[in-house]
Every structure is written in structure tokens, then in C-alpha cells.
């Protein structure tokens, strides 16, 4: 990517890849898949299912991301979800309440102190194989380093991970979520730090398809923080997150039935 690119990150990602809610049953079956294919067959962090559709209990209450190619809309690259607070029963705990019970340092944060309706979990992220196929990627379904910003002499950017976190902090706005959790490779936070998003570890280390730290992230801060660089592609993402809404002509998401 040349220097005059990484100024117009938009219409850089905006070339290659588009983003969406995935809202219809069409479009979470592709999310399902892409899931399937990376977690179960790829990876065997789940066992295969007899449909190729990778779900579990909280998909339910969750909004998912797709992330294709923008020359051929057919071809998947990759998804995301959120998982909100269970609309019935939101003192459920969110997955990594379970996973991190035993090292979440409460007293940095406490999630179940706090409003349910303003937290979320970002979860599932996976990137179909032929998208990340480097070095040392073999056994992870997203992964971030240094390398993906290349060199002051050749920078680059890492569209497909930047664009998924992206699109999530945009649907959480979207459903008034403030506060995002996650389990993340230690060193995230100081990849993200280039981009100028803060990322808190909030306890120890779990062992967790690989280590992992519980951490989290303010929705806001992340938007007011992003450097100028990275915000056309921000606002590329965020209109493609609002196209979605606007196409089904409601302003919040409504849980499938």
C-alpha cells in the first residue's frame, strides 16, 4: 500500500471489501458457515456439525457482522458477532464471565455491576483461510502483528481485522452498548494503540483455544481516539453497519425468533 493510500483508508477498504449487519436468516446462515468452516473443519475448536452451521446458545441474542469481497460480492472473507445481554434474563452471564470467572479483576470492573443493556461481548471473530494464510496463523481464526502496518518506508494497513472490530463498535452504538468485553492475544492492545484504540486488561491470563486475557473497551472512547487515518474508514464501515438498519426500516435490533 503506498503512502497516498494510507490516507484514504475509506476508499481503500471500500475497494476490496464491504461489510453488513448480518439481520436475515440468509445472511446469518453465511456467518453460521464461514464459522463452520474455520472453528470446526479448519481448526477443531468445535466439533463438526452435520449442517456446517457452527451456533450455540447465545447466537440467539447476538448481532453478527459478514465481511465480503467488494469485486465479488460472493465470496466471504469473514464474520464477527456481538453478543448482547439476554432480553428475558439479563443477568446471564456473557461467555467470558464463565471462561475468566477466576481472574477477572473486579476491581478494575465488575460487569455485573453494571447496566446489562449498555454491555456486550465481541466474540467469534474468524477469517476464512485463504485471507490469513501467513506465517504463524495456522492455528488462530484472526490474528494482528506488527507486521500487518508494515514499514514507515511501506506502510500497509490490515483491512480485514480493523474492518470486523470496526463494524462491531458500530452496531454497538447502534444498540446503545458502551462497554465491550472480549478475549483477546495478549499483545492486542499494542496493536491497536497504532490506531489509536485503548484496550484494558481487566484480569489474568486463560487458557483459551491459546492464552488469552480478558479485557475490554469503551465504544465512545474508541471513536473519539481513532486517528485521523483511520477514520474514513470508520465512516465507511459506519455507513454500511446503517444500510443494513435502514433497509429493514427500524432503528434498533429486534432478537430473531
Given at each position: 500500500?503506498?503512502?497516498?493510500?494510507?490516507?484514504?483508508?475509506g476508499?481503500g477498504?471500500?475497494?476490496?471489501?464491504q461489510?453488513?449487519?448480518?439481520?436475515?436468516?440468509?445472511?446469518?446462515?453465511?456467518?453460521?458457515?464461514?464459522?463452520?468452516?474455520?472453528?470446526?473443519e479448519?481448526?477443531?475448536?468445535?466439533?463438526?456439525?452435520?449442517?456446517r452451521?457452527?451456533?450455540?446458545e447465545?447466537?440467539?441474542?447476538?448481532?453478527?457482522?459478514l465481511?465480503?469481497?467488494s469485486?465479488?460480492?460472493?465470496?466471504l472473507?469473514?464474520?464477527?458477532?456481538?453478543?448482547?445481554?439476554?432480553?428475558?434474563d439479563?443477568?446471564?452471564?456473557?461467555?467470558?464471565?464463565?471462561?475468566?470467572r477466576?481472574?477477572?479483576?473486579?476491581?478494575?470492573?465488575?460487569?455485573?455491576r453494571?447496566p446489562?443493556?449498555?454491555?456486550a461481548e465481541?466474540?467469534r471473530?474468524?477469517?476464512?483461510?485463504?485471507y490469513r494464510?501467513?506465517k504463524?496463523?495456522?492455528k488462530t481464526?484472526?490474528?494482528?502483528?506488527?507486521?500487518?502496518?508494515?514499514?514507515k518506508?511501506?506502510?500497509?494497513?490490515?483491512y480485514?481485522?480493523?474492518?470486523?472490530?470496526?463494524?462491531?463498535?458500530?452496531?454497538?452504538?447502534?444498540?446503545?452498548?458502551?462497554?465491550?468485553?472480549m478475549?483477546?492475544?495478549?499483545?492486542l492492545?499494542?496493536?491497536?494503540a497504532?490506531?489509536?484504540?485503548?484496550?484494558?486488561?481487566i484480569?489474568?491470563p486463560?487458557?483459551?483455544?491459546g492464552?488469552?486475557?480478558?479485557?475490554?473497551?469503551?465504544?465512545?472512547?474508541?471513536?473519539?481516539?481513532?486517528?485521523?487515518?483511520?477514520?474514513?474508514?470508520?465512516?465507511?464501515?459506519?455507513?454500511?453497519?446503517?444500510?443494513?438498519?435502514?433497509?429493514?426500516?427500524?432503528?434498533?435490533?429486534?432478537?430473531?425468533?
Amino acid at each position: 500500500m503506498s503512502l497516498l493510500d494510507r490516507f484514504s483508508l475509506g476508499e481503500g477498504f471500500r475497494k476490496y471489501f464491504q461489510v453488513e449487519a448480518a439481520f436475515s436468516d440468509t445472511l446469518r446462515d453465511a456467518v453460521y458457515g464461514i464459522r463452520h468452516e474455520v472453528y470446526c473443519e479448519e481448526l477443531a475448536f468445535e466439533p463438526v456439525r452435520p449442517d456446517r452451521r457452527e451456533t450455540d446458545e447465545y447466537d440467539r441474542h447476538s448481532l453478527h457482522c459478514l465481511l465480503r469481497s467488494s469485486n465479488d460480492p460472493s465470496t466471504l472473507v469473514g464474520c464477527n458477532r456481538l453478543v448482547l445481554a439476554r432480553p428475558e434474563d439479563p443477568d446471564f452471564p456473557l461467555p467470558f464471565e464463565h471462561t475468566c470467572r477466576a481472574t477477572l479483576d473486579r476491581s478494575i470492573i465488575d460487569p455485573a455491576r453494571l447496566p446489562r443493556h449498555t454491555i456486550a461481548e465481541v466474540s467469534r471473530l474468524a477469517v476464512r483461510a485463504q485471507y490469513r494464510r501467513r506465517k504463524g496463523e495456522t492455528k488462530t481464526a484472526l490474528a494482528l502483528s506488527d507486521d500487518d502496518f508494515g514499514t514507515k518506508d511501506q506502510p500497509r494497513f490490515p483491512y480485514i481485522p480493523i474492518g470486523l472490530y470496526l463494524a462491531v463498535i458500530a452496531l454497538a452504538k447502534r444498540e446503545g452498548v458502551e462497554t465491550l468485553f472480549m478475549l483477546t492475544e495478549p499483545r492486542l492492545a499494542d496493536h491497536f494503540a497504532k490506531l489509536g484504540v485503548r484496550i484494558t486488561q481487566i484480569g489474568g491470563p486463560v487458557e483459551h483455544r491459546g492464552i488469552r486475557v480478558p479485557s475490554m473497551m469503551n465504544a465512545t472512547d474508541v471513536i473519539n481516539r481513532l486517528r485521523f487515518f483511520v477514520k474514513p474508514i470508520w465512516r465507511v464501515v459506519v455507513e454500511e453497519i446503517d444500510a443494513g438498519y435502514a433497509a429493514l426500516g427500524r432503528p434498533a435490533f429486534l432478537p430473531p425468533r
